[in-house]
């Protein structure tokens, strides 16, 4: 700072009578002084707690009893997510003073350390955040480790929108937005070009206004940008924003290639002529930036905040459907998997003969097959595959397992979480309520597991049947003989069916075609029949 400069601060020290509220009130004032010379260097320690309210905010917490001391000794042994993520960033903080080779790095980073978690305790809303390791370096670099803690605490709570540096960043991601705007109005050029090269501002931007450009200017700078900060409150990173893409103008305009344009943004102090050193000057040339009110900040930020709203919110429901579709789907898998067990550990019937069964629901044989009748009569019917001469039952079960309808009507079994199926006496005598005969019922049975029909349409296909050309009744040791001569040559439909000792083999095997002759014969007669 020049004697000038000095001289004028004196002077309007002096007005005030070194009182630091009156100065402040003072707001058009100290703000032009600020603009053109910055704090003085050995005044900038005081101005920056007093500006910020952090002094304020020291003298209530102290008449409280919650000084920084007290909340020092309330963080003792703690370790948690913030203190992990803390003790990772201690020594990112790129300034020199934090280093390795410095020779008071050690105590630096015990005080960056001390003031990070005790901020982290102070306020859990916030806790710890990626950045805040720059700010509170660099305010240790120019006042104590007390008055560093509190001047972090104004700058984030009461400096900064609510929202910069919590877990939902709300804030940050308007200003982004209200950043990108401003570029397209002030720079529209730069705009464009970056837009062609499919750069975004949104990672640029976010880095330096979280720090507040801390390690992306110079420490002199930097210093100034913070004077300025401290007196005019954030509007200032939009100013220095579109300062440092104004100085990078010709670098980033003659970039052909993105890796060229991103570098000279995230690096621009790179710059010809020293130019970063002059930002704040840039930053109020009014040639080029023009009019700058807080009100049109403040305009872009509801028009902004509330997008950003609106696709939170749109975030937000497409999460919960997505978990509540997860949660159906895990259930459905969860009743399937109780179906099945329940299926398969439910009791074998050891008797080649069985009618009829009570269990409710859909009917299902030896081998966990299920049939349902058409929509017609929307009934879930299942025919005993026992109740069947062998050949035909071997051909219904081949034409059955090969239906769509069938098929259909397994899922919808399952989709309703059926066992067993109703009795299938009580079905056929809701059919023919006149009575059947035990042939009748069994070309019923046949018939309704060859073509899967309706009901109706079984009673008017069943009474064209001439029931006396029927070849034989079909009688329990006759199943029994032919189950064992048929079982393996057709793949071991019903190798599970008598399943209580183990010893029902098929001996049809080892006659090569020896059982083959009688099932054609057995085959043509149903076929002819049905």
Not at 50 to 78: D, H, M, P, W
Not at 374 to 378: A, G, I, L, T, V
Not at 440 to 465: C, H, K, N, Q, Y
């Given at each position: 700072?020049?004697?000038?400069?000095?001289?004028?601060?004196?002077?309007?020290?002096?007005?005030?009578?070194?009182?630091?509220?009156?100065?402040?009130a003072d707001k058009l004032s100290v703000?032009?002084?600020?603009?053109?010379?910055?704090?003085?260097?050995?005044?900038?320690?005081?101005?920056w707690f007093?500006?910020?309210?952090?002094?304020?905010?020291?003298?209530?917490?102290?008449?409280?009893?919650?000084?920084?001391?007290?909340?020092?000794?309330?963080?003792?042994?703690?370790?948690?997510?913030h203190t992990e993520q803390i003790d990772k960033d201690l020594h990112r903080t790129g300034l020199k003073e934090f280093m390795a080779d410095s020779p008071d790095h050690k105590n630096m980073i015990a005080k960056l350390r001390r003031v990070l978690v005790a901020y982290a305790r102070r306020n859990p809303e916030v806790g710890y955040c990626q950045s805040m390791n720059f700010l509170a370096g660099f305010l240790l670099l120019h006042m104590t480790e007390t008055n560093a803690f509190w001047t972090l605490c104004s700058l984030i709570e009461r400096l900064m929108p609510r929202h910069y540096y919590d877990r939902t960043m709300r804030d940050l991601h308007v200003d982004i937005r209200v950043f990108a705007e401003l570029v397209k109005q002030k720079l529209p050029k730069i705009w464009a070009h970056l837009d062609s090269l499919s750069i975004a501002l949104q990672p640029i931007a976010t880095l330096w206004f979280m720090s507040l450009f801390v390690h992306i200017l110079p420490e002199e700078s930097v210093s100034r940008i913070w004077d300025c900060f401290f007196v005019e409150g954030p509007k200032i990173l939009f100013r220095v924003g579109l300062t440092i893409l104004k100085l990078k103008e010709a670098t980033v305009l003659g970039a052909k290639d993105f890796e060229t344009a991103?570098?000279?943004?995230?690096?621009?102090?790179?710059?010809?002529?020293?130019?970063?050193?002059?930002?704040?000057?840039?930053?109020?040339?009014?040639?080029?930036?023009?009019?700058?009110?807080?009100?049109?900040?403040r305009d872009l930020r509801v028009k902004h905040g509330g997008e950003v709203d609106r696709e939170k919110a749109a975030v937000e429901q497409r999460r919960k459907a997505r978990e509540e579709a997860e949660m159906r789907a895990a259930e459905e898998k969860a009743a399937a998997k109780e179906l099945s067990d329940s299926v398969a550990k439910e009791p074998r019937d050891s008797a080649p003969l069985q009618s009829e069964s009570t269990t409710g629901g859909a009917k299902c044989d030896a081998g966990g097959r299920s049939s349902a009748s058409?929509?017609?009569?929307?009934e879930a019917s299942l025919i005993p595959q026992e109740a069947l001469p062998s050949t035909s039952r071997i051909s219904a079960q081949s034409e059955f397992s090969k239906s769509d309808d069938a098929k259909k009507a397994l899922e919808a079994a399952k989709a309703r979480g059926r066992r067993g199926s109703a009795s299938m006496l009580q079905t056929l005598e809701r059919v023919f309520p006149e009575g059947l005969d035990g042939d009748?019922?069994?070309?019923?049975?046949?018939?309704?597991?060859?073509?899967?029909?309706?009901?109706?349409?079984?009673?008017?296909?069943?009474?064209?049947?001439d029931l006396d050309d029927l070849d034989e009744t079909v009688t329990s040791d006759q199943l029994d003989d032919e189950e064992s001569s048929s079982g393996d040559e057709h793949g071991g439909l019903y190798d599970d069916y008598y399943s209580d000792d183990g010893e029902h083999e098929s001996d049809g095997a080892d006659d090569g075609q020896g059982g083959s002759s009688q099932d054609e014969d057995d085959q043509s007669g149903w076929s002819t029949m049905v």
């Open positions: 700072m020049t004697g000038s400069s000095l001289a004028r601060w004196d002077s309007f020290v002096e007005k005030h009578g070194h009182d630091d509220r009156s100065m402040f703000k032009k002084l600020v603009r053109k010379d910055g704090f003085p260097d050995k005044q900038r320690t005081r101005l007093a500006f910020s309210g952090a002094i304020l905010l020291r003298q209530s917490a102290t008449n409280e009893g919650r000084g920084y001391a007290f909340i020092l000794k309330s963080c003792e042994g703690v370790e948690d997510e991103y570098m000279a943004l995230m690096n621009p102090t790179q710059d010809e002529g020293g130019k970063s050193q002059n930002v704040i000057k840039h930053a109020f040339d009014k040639r080029w930036i023009h009019s700058f009110s807080m009100d049109t900040i058409s929509e017609d009569d929307h009748r019922r069994m070309a019923f049975m046949a018939l309704a597991d060859v073509s899967s029909p309706s009901l109706t349409s079984l009673r008017s296909e069943l009474g064209s049947i």
